[in-house]
């Protein structure tokens, strides 16, 4: 295979220019193991094609990145696979050629849709404009060329292992791939791997507003054969920032990015269906009300290189496709959903903080909303209004406001501080949140802070503060990583605008990580045991320094074999302590004495229960047509709805198809299973069952289809525990009602066309139905509930 690359570069250093005979000069070559990781970049003022054939002369000027390194699984050898990246700038753009060999029939490449290329070979451009060490716009492509895009801002976020894991840590945190560019790429496999041709417009970046410029770079390539990543610039899996050992394209100069000013008018169509009146003759048909039109849009204004303004009217924030069912395993922990939206998903890294503070789906059904992202005086700036719907509000009379300020700035090489500050108004009532957090690296370590508090006043109510605090010390080493964590908030701080999970609780984590590689070649790639342990309290105890609720120690160990499976352990000793504020409107009735009355007696769960529960998961290689990822989880773990002990059976099952080059399927299987210890009755079953088929058309035009069915059964409830009562529920008014045994499912089918040329541009034409069930006290079989058509159209208008 470097035979052959060496064939390669020395027929392109001696090419000739066919159309005037002369020889072209041959491209200054950069090795990266070699150490050569500053790259004056030629400047080229000419036009160029973008067709994924590199054969024309200015490709023979483009400087040459090649000598990769491999950095995952294990670092500091030379990578098994060659790769040339040629990379040159005119006055309005970067170009970048990709040559990658591959032993032949071996690359994996589907005409996919944007974004989903995680699953095939490709190659992702890491681009430093501000030169910082801590962000990066990334830039990916597949074989064909279809485009991945978004951005890396380290944070100091822990990547790999975990609950519900068998990943071998990759030793770089994860892109967002919420933001999409306008650039252009296309791809072709050859008979030596694949070639592909890229042009990224400076009117799609942000920069410095500097004369002379220097950019980070690195190129990552991704071989889904050998489940292996390599490096241009040797990146070292023991650093605290996988950007700070980027290489440096230098002596950019001259850009220009023109007048930068979308303007992305929007058209939007539904019609909505109701099932018919209950009890009306003759039977009705199926109601459709009338169809519902909107006009809206955004308009976003660079400023500068570095300074973006956008705002929005009467936005369309209907979701393509909806969220997943997700079952929360602790119903103590709220369900997370990240944001879809466009206009949001846009600069969301310049929003970014510990404890999620900020969280733009608080913002329901934004009326307007204005935003100012980007970089200025050495500060990260970030700046959101927006007023929300009447209808988002809580008595639907007055409109909710919000306003938010993130700012943030470079301390030294790699560390940094920063600011947030939230304002949401209501009715006479508001919440504002102020804090403050940093990132300290050196070296391998890094130390992240954050303190902040929440002011919150309900109409004619009193003002209330809470505090917030979080402190983490991580050691990311090449064969040991370490992690410990303490993070407290109080019962009573509250972030309208933020997202958090669980409030009232102090946690304090400890994770140690041992990693050991096997010699190249080998059957074992990396072995890597982990041990966990947490101590968790109610805020109050911790104040008071009395005993921690919850404890828990995790033994996990996580097998990475040749060619891509990976093979994870886990056992699951804890102990879960009783939280009466789950259970405030449980209650036991018993007879009184002489049997004239009926006693009401308040719920008091056993105090302590210990959990034992095996975890084992399986992930095989991506496969030409398809990879499995399996996890198991049996054993002893609480009952959350009687609390009491139960045995567990927990499986979920991803099973990803790629029958042609064109069709993806998804199958998703979640099932959880919840015994009594006591005679052995189910308590709970939840089973959800999910398949998503795409059938990419063109790259621009895909059709889709989503199919999802959710069902909940629970037994009556009981005191199983202790006197096998049945259980009360508190109602409005204070009503006690028997909590009976109860089934329901839910289902939905979704149908999308989506033609999507370009970000901004769009044309999506879609069918939702939703049906369900209830038992007892409804329909015993699955009937349609609701169903929609949507239409929707826009346009993205740049200005040149």
Known sequence: MRLRAALSFLALTASVDVASGAAQPAPRVFHGRSGAREVPIPRVDTAAVVDGVLDEPVWRRAALLTGFSQFFPDDQVAARDSTEVLVWYSATALHVGIRAWAPPGSVRATLADRDKITQDDNVQLFLGTYNDSRQALVFGVNPFGIQGDGVLIETGAPSGGGFMSNATTKARETTDLAPDYVWQSKGRLTPAGFEVELAIPFKSLRYRREADQAWQLNVVRTVQATGHEETWAPARRASASFLAQSGRLTGLRGLERGLTLDAIPTVTSSVLGTPPLAGAEPAPAWRYGAPAHELGGSVRWGITSNLTLAGTANPDFSQVEADATQYALDPRVAVYFPERRP?????????????????????????????????????????????????????????????????????????RVGMVLTDREEAGGWNRVLGADGRLVRGVTSVQWQAATSVTRRPQGPVQRAPLADLSVARNGRQYVARYAVNAISDRFEAHSGFIARPGIVNLSMTQRWNRFGAPGALVEVFSPELYVLGRWQYADFVRRRSSQDEQLHLRTSTRFRGGWQLGAQLLLERFGYDPALYRDYALLRPAPGGTRVDTLPYTGTAVLPNLDGVLSVTTPEFRRGSLTSVFIYGQDENFPEWSSARILNVQQTLNLRPTEQLRLNLTWVYEGFWRKTDGTRVLLRNTRRLRAEYQVTRQLFVRAIGEVADVEQDALRDDSRTGMPVFLRGAGGVLRPAAAFSRSRARLDFLVSYLPSPGTVFYLGYGDQLRADRPGGTETLRRSADAFFLKLSYLFRVQ
């Open 343 to 415: 206009f949001f998903l846009e600069s969301q890294e310049q929003f970014t903080t510990p404890n999620r503070l900020i969280y733009t789906r608080r913002i329901a059904q934004p009326v307007a909303a204005a935003k100012l992202t980007g970089k200025h005086g050495g500060f990260d700036i970030g700046v959101l209004a927006a007023v929300d719907s009447r209808d988002a509000a809580a008595d639907r009379r007055d409109a909710p406001q919000f306003g938010i300020v993130r700012l943030q700035r470079d301390v030294g090489r790699q560390s």
